[in-house]
């Protein structure tokens, strides 16, 4: 009898890697190879700790990459390490650890065994992996960690991209220019997927009259494998080898064939793994070609067109993401023949009905094919990103359902949550864990935040003084150092570095600069800005971001704002950060008292840089749009109530004019109002307040459990 090979999955590659490591390393420091193989330890208690010790230098140096680390540290050092009390205690703890964490009982979404797939162009899972840009990839991340620690079965698939997302350098007028670097993958935490014969496993794609070939990549994210396709393989050529080098590349074709990679390619890979998915999540539109996949393999089996997409409906959902139009792009016939030359004979239909699968109106000819409306009609299930969210796309997309009244359009909404270990800070995850019963466990059940009410005021505010200060440190370093970067004059460098004050109010804004997001309106009333920054109850900003390369516009924005810079008595109050990584948002969103939000309403589909500001304590001053629109209650924050209606120029002045009043007349005063010792009673009160009602509502928690109820509920399968 023949013994069946098991499917490749890459977690033997992965192995042999880590083996690979550890025989570097002295034997007692063997348990950080699989470690370091592993994002786990990005969010385990004490793991980041762990490798940063070995060589606090080297470890910025290296990027926070824990394999790049142990390849670059001398063995010397390692064993005179190995001397010191505490150091091999905490790196067997925490290896032993990851052995329990991986051994522990897997709960069914639907059928035991079968995993959700989500398919995304974008994972943010730590700054050392750069294949995400901005909030859909950092969202997607958490979602895949939060599946860990949920134990719940799960593989991400993505694509690998040779030399990731741009990194970002401003001049000194303030315009932004864009780099790209080859990432080695060599010192990846990644290993490319093989066959029994030690061959990678490789998937095929026909793309612009030729096979498209693509290896696999896993990382591994806990308990969940992370695929990533890669097209950089010798037997394509050097143009199609380029396809997955760059992050929403500017050659609309090359994008394209991205988003056939992600979508086709994607689905066959998983075929390839032998990976049986109980639900595929497709995030975003960018993943929507995965459907047409879908749709020839149903065909191909015997099923007419018709059943074949009631099948492929009950196997999928969607999310969608955003309501600009940007986010929501659309393929002339022509885009899709120079791409897909072979799709109509693959699903035996022609191209008229091809592409009218993806229009709004069917029978229109002028109409392109839409990523969007193609996903929102083949999937079973679709929501938007919060309840306001949904909202707009009931109203945006209720033409693809002629008859139906838009409250009635079957888009949902799960409002998107945050990964609470990633993004609290150490500090107030160890307080919280004095004062709140069972935690973290009980982290998502809203009684064991009311406990928060216990804390004495002393307490959290000492711990939002020691994060403000953190962030203090670092402003003033990397401040200095971008300045002289660009070649300033050396007083106005150090000028962050004199004037930046750990006691004053700090206010941050850190997102993908777009102009809808509107950060230029902090340049407005400068006047009354000036006033703010040096008065009597001063505030300081720090300011970070990045503007796609294409959006010059955007980068206009960050061209204005950089000017504040150089405004007298300006120099250290307002400060702009290059390289918007994960690793500096968490510093932000750490460190700042206050989060701007600043959205054009009814832009903003979601958004959760404010949501983890307000896990670790900060409080919000936004626009009502996204989630802030169903989180704020009047007494966790302060909201602009903007008024959609208005005329952009109108909107912006009456908006500007909302966000410099509160600052002046509730904000400023507020965090100013001190007691006898130092304590401002009134904001550590608006920070419980805002503990106890975000907390528990916006993790990433909460957001997974309603997506596996709907999973559920599409398949047919029951709760647990």
Not at 95 to 111: D, F, G, M, Q, S
Not at 367 to 395: D, K
Not at 468 to 473: D, S
Not at 553 to 573: H, S, W
């Amino acid at each position: 009898m023949q013994t069946r090979q098991p499917s490749p999955d890459g977690k033997r590659d992965l192995a042999v890697a880590a083996a690979i490591l550890a025989g570097h390393l002295p034997p007692e420091f063997a348990p950080l190879a699989t470690l370091a193989y592993n994002y786990w330890w990005s969010w385990a208690p004490g793991g980041e700790d762990v490798f940063s010790s070995l060589d606090p230098h080297r470890w910025q140096r290296c990027g926070m990459n824990p394999v790049r680390l142990l390849q670059e540290l001398d063995p010397s050092r390692l064993r005179v390490l190995a001397m010191q009390p505490g150091v091999l205690p905490r790196v067997e703890a925490l290896a032993r650890a990851l052995r329990e964490e991986l051994r522990r009982p897997e709960r069914a979404i639907t059928v035991p065994g079968r995993p959700a797939v989500i398919v995304c162009a974008e994972f943010g899972i730590h700054r050392s992996l750069p294949f995400y840009a901005g909030g859909l990839g950092v969202l997607a991340g958490d979602f895949l960690k939060e599946v860990s620690d949920q134990g719940y079965p799960a593989a991400g698939i993505g694509l690998f991209y040779s030399q990731g997302s741009f990194h970002q350098r401003v001049d000194n007028s303030g315009w932004q220019h864009e780099f790209w670097l080859d990432t080695d993958s060599d010192r990846l935490p990644a290993a490319v997927v093989t066959g029994a014969d030690g061959a990678p496993l490789t998937v095929s794609v026909p793309m612009r009259g030729r096979e498209l070939t693509a290896q696999v990549w896993r990382v591994d994210v806990g308990r969940v494998p992370l695929y990533l396709l890669d097209t950089n393989h010798p037997g394509n050529v050097p143009g199609d080898r380029w396809i997955t080098s760059r992050l929403y590349v500017g050659n609309r074709e090359v994008r394209l064939a991205q988003y056939a990679l992600l979508g086709i390619g994607g689905i066959r890979a998983m075929r390839a793994m032998g990976i049986e998915p109980a639900i595929i999540h497709l995030n975003e539109g960018h993943a929507g070609l995965a459907l047409l996949e879908l749709l020839r393999e149903q065909i191909a089996a015997g099923a007419g067109v018709e059943a074949a997409t009631e099948r492929v409906r009950a196997a999928t959902v969607f999310t969608t993401h955003t309501p600009v139009a940007a986010g929501n792009e659309t393929l002339s016939t022509d885009d899709l023949r120079s791409v897909l030359p072979d799709l109509p004979a693959s699903l035996g239909m022609e191209w008229p009905e091809v592409v009218a699968m993806g229009r709004i109106r069917p029978e229109d000819p002028a109409e392109p094919f839409g990523l969007t409306p193609f996903a929102l009609r083949m999937t079973g299930a679709a929501n938007a990103v919060s309840r306001l969210h949904g909202e707009v796309a009931r109203q945006m997309w209720h033409d693809l359902w002629p008859g139906v009244a838009p409250e009635q359009v079957p888009i949902g909404h799960v409002t998107n949550g945050v990964h609470m270990a990633t993004w609290m800070a150490p500090e107030m995850w160890a307080l919280l864990g004095r004062y709140l019963p069972g935690w973290p466990a009980s982290a998502a059940d809203p009684a064991t935040w009311e406990h928060v009410d216990e804390i004495p005021d002393g307490e959290l505010w000492a711990v939002r003084c020691q994060l403000r200060a953190g962030l203090g440190g670092f402003v003033r370093d990397r401040s200095v150092v971008e300045r002289l970067g660009r070649g300033e004059a050396l007083p106005y460098a150090e000028s962050a570095a004199r004037a930046w004050s750990d006691d004053s109010l700090t206010a941050g804004f850190a997102r993908r600069i777009a102009t809808y997001k509107r950060l230029y309106l902090v340049t407005r009333n400068l006047d009354r800005g000036l006033r703010l920054m040096n008065g009597e109850l001063p505030v300081q900003l720090v300011i970070a971001g990045r503007a796609h390369p294409s959006d010059d516009d955007a980068k206009r924005t960050v061209q204005q704002v950089f000017a504040l810079n150089y405004l007298p008595n300006l120099a250290g109050r307002v400060v702009f950060l290059e390289e918007h990584d994960m690793a500096l948002s968490a510093r932000l969103v750490r460190g700042s008292d206050l989060w701007v939000n600043l959205p054009r309403p009814l832009n903003e589909a979601s958004g959760t840089s404010g949501m983890k500001s307000a896990l670790n304590g900060g409080l919000q001053l936004s626009v009502l749009d996204g989630w802030w629109a169903e989180a704020y209650d009047g007494a966790n924050g302060w909201a602009i109530a903007s008024n959609p209606g208005l005329p952009a120029a109108e909107q912006d002045a009456q908006d500007a004019t909302a966000l410099f009043d509160l600052l002046e007349s509730e904000v400023l005063p507020l965090f100013y109002a001190r007691n006898e010792h130092g304590i401002p009673h009134g904001w550590v009160q608006k920070m419980k307040a805002s503990l106890k009602s975000i907390g528990p509502r916006f993790t990433a928690t909460r957001m997974l459990g309603e997506y596996v109820d709907r999973a559920r509920a599409l398949r047919g399968a029951p709760g647990e």
